[in-house]
């Protein structure tokens, strides 16, 4: 018989992801397509995880997550942003940020409902938004001379009565914005207003870079029972294959939350959640000197694609910068991408598929690059950039 896919997926194209890290390897590129370090988390978390691994943590976990990772986690927030949480009631572990991201967007948004979400978005978003019924409503950031900024005036003009939720991202992959004390009071504001439920995805919370903090957004005035916040163990600590992560949140929220995520996996990573327990306690001056590493492979890159004339924006947090190649001539960054493992052997990320219309929201010519590699594998990349022609 024939395969058709459901209607409310048809629109939403397959992962980038899959197609540019297959096209690396089939050209032996540098990948610096996909956001995954190439060097695994501290030698501690991996120690818990063998440890709970042998010693009988293998069968299925709590749905809300092990106890001593939702009380780990609800240390964390106190400790580091003074938020108190009461981890049977208002932490629950999940299935990496992805599902964190589905459960939230499927409990919360009916077929028809909107939800304001800000572009240049993260993939998954568009598809969950898509298998939830929703309407997505994007608000871009856009390129000043301060880097990517939310565009304020449009947030206040996507927000009305039809809409369910803000789905919000900060520091903000791709364009390494880290939305500022006023752009979250402006999201604040328009949330308190329409009385909206703000699902805010923080998965790099720690990876700030020139001396900034990150600022939740659930400790803005108004925003504690309104604000479903979302993490994971992943960007965090280096283990993106492990897809732990978690959502906190008023009780009614995270109970709401829980409603939809029981139904997805139920429970997931048994071994894994107390060494990410152990990691929350015990690792966090590894995840700084990670961070102090990143801000120098950021520079470095950054540096080197100035110099090769291909526009970077310094991010500000995450994984990536975002260039410009309209300049060389490139149609958009689609060519571009699709061009760059045959003339230079290096993968890259057209990040004009992160948006709805890249034409109006300035993202036709925008190409994102991970940093988040050995200094090798940034500095191979910067060579053979250098030695290919990259006009169209
Ligand atoms: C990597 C990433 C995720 C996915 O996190 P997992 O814990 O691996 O599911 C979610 N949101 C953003 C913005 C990311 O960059």
């Known amino acids: 018989m024939r395969a058709r896919l459901a209607r409310r997926l048809q629109d939403v194209p397959p992962t980038i992801f899959t197609t540019m890290s297959a096209l690396a390897l089939r050209t032996g590129s540098v990948n610096l397509g996909q956001g995954f370090p190439d060097r695994d988390g501290p030698p501690g978390l991996l120690a818990a995880a063998e440890e709970a691994l042998r010693s009988g943590r293998n069968q299925y976990a709590p749905g809300p997550g092990v106890p001593e990772l939702r009380e780990a986690v609800a240390r964390h927030q106190a400790r580091r942003y003074g938020i108190e949480l009461d981890p049977d009631r208002q932490v629950l572990v999940t299935a ?87 752009e979250l009071r402006a999201v ?37 029972d309104r604000t479903v916040s979302i993490s994971s163990a992943g960007k965090t600590f280096s283990v993106t294959g492990w897809k732990v992560g978690w959502v906190t949140g008023s009780p009614e929220l995270v109970e709401v939350v829980m409603a939809a995520k029981q139904w997805l996996t139920f429970t997931n990573a048994a071994p894994l959640q107390p060494a990410v327990a152990h990691a929350l306690d015990h690792e966090m001056a590894h995840v700084e000197e990670l961070a102090r590493r990143l801000q120098e492979r950021r520079d470095l890159l950054c540096a080197g694609l100035r110099e090769l004339g291909l526009d970077p924006v310094v991010p500000e947090g995450t994984y990536f910068t975002l260039s410009d190649v309209g300049h060389l001539g490139w149609k958009d960054s689609v060519a571009f991408c699709e061009a760059l493992p045959e003339r230079a052997g290096v993968v890259a990320i057209p990040a004009q598929v992160f948006y709805d219309d890249p034409d109006e929201s300035g993202g036709t010519h925008l190409v994102r690059w991970a940093f988040c590699k050995e200094r090798s594998t940034v500095e191979e990349a910067l060579e053979r950039l250098g030695k290919a022609d990259l006009t169209a």
Not at 102 to 114: I, N, T
Not at 199 to 215: A, I, K, N, S, T
């Open 96 to 182: 990496g940020a992805t599902e964190a991201i589905a459960a939230a967007v499927l409990a919360l948004v009916d077929p028809g409902d909107e939800v304001v979400v800000t572009e240049p978005y993260y993939d998954s978003y568009v598809a969950t938004i898509a298998m939830a019924g929703g309407v997505r409503r994007p608000v871009p950031l856009r390129r000043t001379d301060t880097g990517f900024r939310l565009d304020v005036e449009a947030l206040r003009a996507a927000v009305t009565d039809r809409t369910a939720v803000v789905l919000l991202n900060t520091p903000h992959n791709p364009t390494g914005a880290v939305l500022t004390e006023e």
């Open 188 to 224: 604040a504001e328009v949330a308190v207003r329409h009385d909206v439920v703000v699902v805010v995805d923080e998965v790099y919370e720690h990876l700030l870079y020139d001396g900034r903090e990150h600022v939740p957004l659930a400790t803005l005035p108004g925003m504690a």
